[in-house]
């Protein structure tokens, strides 16, 4: 159903070559470091599906820069928060207690879309080995943006997200919304005494799989898109609008992105409780 929604909002085949012309029309440049978040049924019909987009953000970008990709495993954390869908109380232990321990060469992404699914097997692609946060990278400094990633605090200073600031990279918004831009939590990570929360998940210790119990802050995704907003109508247009096959695209600096979101994070706090 997917497909035929996207051959239907597609007037032309997409292909790795349009697909490298849009990029370079949004404002994506080789030797570019760019963290990517993205819909493949957005983009209209994509002949190679997720490995064309994948090979066309390489072409783009080639390997004198970084293409940086979000592989998320939001299963590999605490079961007694599962929501979407939740599972019995009675089922918990048994969860913390024979979940396979993270593989950053095998464990799937878990709600991330077929793209960065695809990119993580890509030849050459690292990834992260965060249980639940994990990044996969590619490109010149790859080593660099997903080695030591600290098990606390995922998305905050020891993270691969820090990386990319740290590499004043840019963020690509490929058919999705602001509430997609993992960046926005390195700036949660900024504010001071940001609520905290205790995860989970299952990793290896000298060789041993435990379950692991640490501290992260409390996400809030939920203001996302009305931060995305405050900042795209911030002075100096620092978001760069267009389509890339049919899908309505954002790209803009990360830095710009979560140095505003700091400040607007300060102005308007999100008065939760800590648990």
């Given at each position: 159903?997917?497909?035929?929604?996207?051959?239907?909002?597609?007037?032309?085949?997409?292909?790795?070559?349009?697909?490298?012309?849009?990029l370079?029309?949004?404002?994506?440049?080789?030797g570019?470091?760019?963290?990517?978040?993205?819909?493949?049924?957005?983009?209209g019909?994509?002949?190679?599906?997720?490995?064309?987009?994948?090979?066309?953000?390489?072409?783009?970008?080639?390997?004198?820069?970084?293409?940086?990709?979000?592989?998320?495993?939001g299963d590999y954390?605490?079961?007694?928060?599962?929501?979407?869908?939740?599972?019995?109380?009675?089922?918990?232990?048994?969860?913390?207690?024979?979940?396979?321990?993270?593989?950053?060469?095998?464990?799937?992404?878990?709600?991330?879309?077929?793209?960065?699914?695809?990119?993580?097997?890509?030849?050459?692609?690292?990834?992260?080995?965060?249980p639940?946060?994990?990044?996969?990278?590619?490109g010149?400094?790859?080593?660099?943006?997903?080695?030591d990633?600290?098990?606390?605090?995922?998305?905050?200073?020891?993270?691969?997200?820090?990386?990319?600031?740290?590499?004043?990279?840019?963020?690509l918004?490929?058919?999705?919304?602001?509430?997609?831009?993992?960046?926005?939590?390195?700036?949660?990570?900024?504010?001071?005494?940001?609520?905290?929360?205790?995860?989970?998940?299952?990793?290896?210790?000298?060789?041993?799989?435990?379950?692991?119990?640490?501290?992260?802050?409390?996400f809030?995704?939920?203001?996302?898109?009305?931060?995305?907003?405050?900042?795209?109508?911030?002075?100096?247009?620092?978001?760069?609008?267009?389509?890339?096959?049919?899908?309505?695209?954002?790209?803009?600096?990360?830095?710009?992105?979560?140095?505003?979101?700091?400040?607007?994070l300060?102005?308007?706090?999100?008065?939760?409780?800590?648990?």
């Amino acid at each position: 159903m997917n497909e035929q929604r996207a051959i239907l909002r597609s007037s032309n085949v997409v292909t790795v070559d349009s697909l490298a012309e849009d990029l370079r029309a949004i404002g994506v440049r080789a030797g570019d470091t760019l963290i990517v978040h993205s819909s493949l049924s957005r983009i209209g019909w994509v002949c190679g599906g997720p490995v064309a987009v994948v090979q066309a953000l390489m072409e783009t970008i080639t390997p004198q820069g970084n293409l940086v990709m979000p592989t998320h495993t939001g299963d590999y954390s605490e079961p007694s928060k599962w929501m979407k869908p939740p599972v019995p109380e009675s089922w918990w232990e048994t969860i913390r207690k024979t979940m396979p321990a993270f593989d950053p060469k095998v464990t799937p992404t878990r709600g991330m879309g077929a793209i960065p699914e695809c990119f993580r097997t890509f030849a050459g692609v690292l990834r992260s080995d965060h249980p639940a946060l994990s990044f996969a990278a590619w490109g010149k400094d790859a080593e660099f943006i997903v080695t030591d990633h600290s098990l606390e605090f995922g998305l905050g200073e020891r993270s691969p997200l820090a990386r990319v600031y740290d590499l004043d990279g840019k963020v690509l918004l490929l058919g999705v919304s602001y509430d997609s831009n993992t960046s926005f939590h390195l700036a949660e990570n900024r504010v001071p005494n940001p609520p905290l929360a205790w995860e989970g998940a299952p990793v290896l210790e000298n060789g041993v799989r435990v379950w692991k119990k640490y501290r992260e802050i409390a996400f809030d995704t939920d203001r996302f898109d009305e931060l995305g907003e405050a900042f795209e109508a911030s002075p100096g247009r620092p978001v760069t609008n267009g389509r890339i096959g049919v899908a309505a695209s954002k790209l803009f600096r990360q830095r710009d992105g979560v140095d505003f979101a700091v400040e607007w994070l300060k102005d308007n706090p999100a008065g939760r409780e800590e648990y």
